[in-house]
């Protein structure tokens, strides 16, 4: 990875937001004992760490099923994962690692299946996926029903595995599941530069010559890991959640994907660890709704408040567009108003500049008068000193730029961005900007 | 440029860049493309051209594996794909990846040395340097943290094509590269595709405008599922084999109708 010592103001905001949520998962301990009375005993710590594994997971998994746009597949992976479950339990009976490995099996032959009915047939890939996560649900049910009249005291519990029940989880269970994600965050790591390239551009990896089919099963294969690991926290039906929430609320903050991973393991086990307590308040309370209550309001947070892409932040931006052009649009129209009817500072008659913009009009007036741009003359608006000097730097910037963009190339003038709004005299060097001014009319110069 | 149309036989170059024998591909039980026989010389700056549907896109991607063959051999330089891949170098089209992801210009011109990197090693200073050269070729250093979903199209397209240079490949694969850019791109581009040709490498172009055919590339194929005509822009550049490619209903370059056109 490429060493950088200045980090950006993205990077910060986004390290900003990882720190922010530790603290607060870090708060969520001594809040949750004043306010539920909670008490952290053994079993709620296996919980709490628990969930936070998982989550962690899920965030880092999830992630790239979001950027493959795959959010649905990991649906359909979890519901296919019931009948091996059940399968699990009538061969080897209750033991959680068959039981997982079970789910696993099932859950990659229903991807398999459903590769094969995409590569054969002319199905889309919703309906293929909407076929196999009901075929496979069912069977699930099916056999889970048969096992409940089964006289067997042993199988209570195994239901937890649709809505998922985290008081039923063991020390024993949290060790399983943290050896195996200890494996497949290595395997991610390891793998980082060929799941990046494979997900953003999989013909280019082809023809660069990686294995797109093998990349494209391992990442799948750890999915699967993971959405089968979470089983027992969220539940078939939920688990979805938990895989991708975390990673479109991570989207929202950070423009890279090493962030966007990151952030999304943080909030993954954010989200993990705190559903996962307090479900454990009260044994009623199923896991996995709890976990995605939390990860939903993760969700809605970030695309509400995350700059840039979320929604508050784009609100205010188009308000504070509105007022910028109403104010520098009314100061135009006035200017050439003034110049065509007499000198710059000839009032123009207030129903004529009502008229040219009608919506935005009344917030540009009250803008240039409030900043004393310009002043009510009779029955219009005339512009004040500051008024006229602002209105000939905006037209000499405008000429400026008609300017650069006219002989910019001719003149060897540097690039810039076209940006109007910008004053070009101060974006360039003094030499160039000298350049740029020979060519003005002498009624531009100032 | 193929000026002079009489001396087209002259100086052929003579080792062969890519060699195509029988490539036939079908996605359903059509053929995209059927029997596609090809030799292109090494040095060459050759055209695709072809109407829609023509196969143009499929032919570099069965060329490159990417799309399984139903028939067929392609050698790069006397080798095939799986041991000469160092030698290949690709632009796919602009569209067909997702510029919102997360990243940044310079992240994706690095992807083009992932190949030379091989499995699990990662992009360090010697790789951070390639590609600010090559950004530096297509006039994009300005734009290097720049987040690819920012990008104008133009701007995406230099992106990719700064992420083929880094390949430094001997025979390039350009999947339109002058789809939906303005005129200012396109001169940019066709510059990019000249030096590399004048630095000998082989650039295969799949290209819509009959206009700039001559223009811009002194080897040309036109495709129609099958191999039309292919060889030096001059011989393979006439109306007969634009009928025989487009049918009857092709404008010329001289702007008139072939003759037998319905109008």
Same mark, same amino acid.
């Given at each position: 990875?490429?060493?950088?010592?200045?980090?950006?103001?993205?990077?910060?905001?986004?390290?900003?937001?990882?720190?922010?949520?530790?603290?607060?998962?870090?708060?969520?301990?001594?809040?949750?004992?004043?306010?539920?009375?909670?008490?952290?005993?053994?079993?709620?710590?296996?919980?709490?760490?628990?969930?936070?594994?998982?989550?962690?997971?899920?965030?880092?998994?999830?992630?790239?099923?979001?950027?493959?746009?795959?959010? +649905?597949?990991?649906?359909? %992976? !979890?519901?296919?994962?019931?009948?091996? #479950?059940?399968?699990?339990?009538? /061969? =080897? &009976?209750?033991?959680?690692?068959?039981?997982?490995?079970?789910?696993?099996?099932?859950?990659?032959?229903?991807?398999?299946?459903?590769?094969?009915?995409?590569?054969?047939?002319?199905?889309?890939?919703?309906?293929?996926?909407?076929?196999?996560?009901?075929?496979?649900?069912?069977?699930?049910?099916?056999?889970?029903?048969?096992?409940?009249?089964?006289?067997?005291?042993?199988?209570?519990?195994?239901?937890?595995?649709?809505?998922?029940?985290?008081?039923?989880?063991?020390?024993?269970?949290?060790?399983?599941?943290?050896?195996?994600?200890?494996?497949?965050?290595?395997?991610?790591?390891?793998?980082?530069?060929?799941?990046?390239?494979?997900?953003?551009?999989?013909?280019?990896?082809?023809?660069?010559?990686?294995?797109?089919? +093998?990349?494209?099963?391992? %990442? !799948?294969?750890?999915?699967?890991?993971? #959405?089968?690991?979470?089983?027992? /926290? =969220? &539940?078939?039906?939920?688990?979805?959640?938990?895989?991708?929430?975390?990673?479109?609320?991570?989207?929202?903050?950070?423009?890279?994907?090493?962030?966007?991973?990151?952030?999304?393991?943080?909030?993954?086990?954010?989200?993990?660890?705190?559903?996962?307590?307090?479900?454990?308040?009260?044994?009623?309370?199923?896991?996995?709704?709890?976990?995605?209550?939390?990860?939903?309001?993760?969700?809605?947070?970030?695309?509400?408040?995350?700059?840039?892409?979320?929604?508050?932040?784009?609100?205010?931006?188009?308000?504070?567009?509105?007022?910028?052009?109403?104010?520098?649009?009314?100061?135009?129209?006035?200017?050439?108003?003034?110049?065509?009817?007499?000198?710059?500072?000839?009032?123009?008659?207030?129903?004529?500049?009502?008229?040219?913009?009608?919506?935005?009009?009344?917030?540009?007036?009250?803008?240039?008068?409030?900043?004393?741009?310009?002043?009510?003359?009779?029955?219009?608006?005339?512009?004040?000193?500051?008024?006229?000097?602002?209105?000939?730097?905006?037209?000499?910037?405008?000429?400026?730029?008609?300017?650069?963009?006219?002989?910019?190339?001719?003149?060897?003038?540097?690039?810039?961005?076209?940006?109007?709004?910008?004053?070009?005299?101060?974006?360039?060097?003094?030499?160039?900007?000298?350049?740029?001014?020979?060519?003005?009319?002498?009624?531009?110069?100032? | 440029?193929?000026?002079?149309?009489?001396?087209?036989?002259?100086?052929?170059?003579?080792?062969?860049?890519?060699?195509?024998?029988?490539?036939?591909?079908?996605?359903?039980?059509?053929?995209?493309?059927?029997?596609?026989?090809?030799?292109?010389?090494?040095?060459?700056?050759?055209?695709?051209?072809?109407?829609?549907?023509?196969?143009?896109?499929?032919?570099?991607?069965?060329?490159?594996?990417?799309?399984?063959?139903?028939?067929?051999?392609?050698?790069?330089?006397?080798?095939?794909?799986?041991?000469?891949?160092?030698?290949?170098?690709?632009?796919?089209?602009?569209?067909?990846?997702?510029?919102?992801?997360?990243?940044?210009?310079?992240?994706?011109?690095?992807?083009?040395?992932?190949?030379?990197?091989?499995?699990?090693?990662?992009?360090?200073?010697?790789?951070?340097?390639?590609?600010?050269?090559?950004?530096?070729?297509?006039?994009?250093?300005?734009?290097?943290?720049?987040?690819?979903?920012?990008?104008?199209?133009?701007?995406?397209?230099?992106?990719?094509?700064?992420?083929?240079?880094?390949?430094?490949?001997?025979?390039?694969?350009?999947?339109?590269?002058?789809?939906?850019?303005?005129?200012?791109?396109?001169?940019?581009?066709?510059?990019?595709?000249?030096?590399?040709?004048?630095?000998?490498?082989?650039?295969?172009?799949?290209?819509?405008?009959?206009?700039?055919?001559?223009?811009?590339?002194?080897?040309?194929?036109?495709?129609?599922?099958?191999?039309?005509?292919?060889?030096?822009?001059?011989?393979?550049?006439?109306?007969?084999?634009?009928?025989?490619?487009?049918?009857?209903?092709?404008?010329?370059?001289?702007?008139?109708?072939?003759?037998?056109?319905?109008?």
């Amino acid at each position: 990875m490429v060493a950088r010592l200045t980090l950006s103001a993205a990077d910060k905001r986004g390290w900003a937001i990882i720190g922010g949520i530790i603290l607060l998962g870090a708060l969520f301990i001594p809040l949750s004992q004043l306010i539920f009375d909670m008490r952290f005993t053994y079993t709620v710590r296996v919980v709490a760490l628990g969930g936070a594994v998982l989550g962690l997971l899920s965030g880092v998994l999830g992630s790239f099923a979001v950027l493959r746009q795959e959010s +649905l597949l990991g649906d359909a %992976l !979890s519901h296919a994962a019931l009948p091996g #479950v059940a399968i699990a339990f009538l /061969l =080897a &009976g209750r033991e959680l690692s068959w039981l997982l490995i079970g789910a696993g099996i099932a859950s990659w032959a229903g991807l398999r299946f459903l590769s094969a009915i995409l590569n054969t047939t002319r199905l889309k890939q919703d309906a293929a996926m909407g076929i196999v996560l009901v075929a496979w649900f069912a069977a699930g049910i099916a056999l889970l029903t048969y096992i409940q009249s089964i006289p067997d005291a042993s199988q209570a519990g195994l239901d937890h595995f649709i809505f998922g029940q985290a008081a039923a989880i063991i020390e024993s269970d949290v060790t399983l599941v943290s050896a195996v994600g200890v494996v497949v965050l290595a395997v991610v790591a390891l793998f980082w530069k060929e799941f990046k390239l494979v997900t953003f551009d999989p013909d280019f990896a082809g023809a660069n010559g990686y294995r797109i089919g +093998l990349i494209n099963a391992l %990442l !799948s294969a750890l999915i699967v890991v993971t #959405v089968v690991l979470g089983l027992q /926290l =969220a &539940g078939v039906i939920l688990m979805v959640g938990m895989l991708i929430a975390p990673g479109i609320a991570a989207r929202q903050w950070t423009q890279s994907l090493d962030q966007m991973v990151i952030q999304a393991a943080v909030f993954g086990a954010f989200a993990g660890a705190v559903g996962a307590v307090i479900s454990a308040l009260d044994s009623d309370i199923p896991t996995g709704p709890m976990i995605i209550v939390v990860s939903f309001l993760l969700v809605l947070l970030s695309i509400t408040l995350a700059p840039g892409r979320g929604l508050l932040w784009s609100r205010l931006r188009q308000r504070a567009n509105r007022r910028r052009f109403a104010a520098i649009n009314t100061l135009r129209d006035l200017y050439r108003y003034a110049l065509a009817h007499g000198s710059e500072d000839t009032p123009a008659p207030d129903d004529f500049i009502r008229g040219v913009r009608a919506g935005s009009v009344e917030s540009g007036l009250r803008q240039l008068r409030g900043s004393g741009h310009i002043m009510q003359a009779g029955a219009g608006w005339q512009l004040t000193e500051s008024g006229i000097a602002l209105a000939r730097q905006d037209q000499r910037n405008q000429r400026l730029w008609d300017l650069y963009r006219l002989h910019g190339d001719e003149l060897g003038l540097p690039a810039l961005p076209e940006d109007r709004q910008l004053n070009i005299a101060a974006a360039l060097p003094a030499a160039a900007l000298e350049l740029l001014e020979s060519k003005l009319e002498p009624s531009d110069r100032l | 440029m193929p000026d002079h149309p009489d001396q087209s036989g002259q100086a052929a170059p003579t080792k062969i860049a890519l060699s195509v024998d029988d490539l036939t591909v079908a996605y359903q039980e059509k053929p995209a493309i059927w029997d596609i026989d090809l030799d292109v010389p090494e040095g060459v700056l050759m055209g695709i051209v072809g109407p829609n549907g023509a196969g143009k896109s499929t032919l570099i991607k069965a060329v490159l594996n990417l799309i399984p063959r139903a028939a067929g051999t392609v050698m790069f330089y006397g080798a095939p794909y799986e041991q000469a891949r160092s030698l290949v170098g690709y632009v796919p089209q602009r569209g067909s990846v997702d510029w919102d992801f997360p990243t940044t210009v310079l992240d994706v011109v690095t992807m083009g040395l992932y190949g030379k990197l091989g499995w699990f090693r990662r992009p360090g200073k010697r790789e951070r340097e390639l590609a600010l050269f090559a950004l530096e070729q297509v006039g994009l250093l300005d734009f290097l943290d720049r987040q690819i979903s920012q990008l104008s199209g133009g701007q995406q397209q230099r992106t990719f094509l700064a992420r083929a240079l880094v390949q430094d490949a001997q025979i390039y694969f350009m999947d339109e590269p002058f789809a939906a850019v303005d005129a200012v791109t396109e001169n940019a581009i066709v510059d990019i595709l000249q030096a590399l040709n004048k630095r000998g490498k082989t650039v295969l172009v799949v290209h819509h405008d009959l206009q700039t055919v001559a223009h811009y590339f002194d080897w040309l194929t036109l495709l129609n599922v099958e191999v039309i005509a292919s060889g030096p822009t001059a011989v393979v550049f006439t109306d007969e084999n634009l009928r025989r490619t487009y049918g009857g209903r092709v404008a010329t370059l001289n702007g008139g109708l072939p003759a037998g056109a319905g109008g």
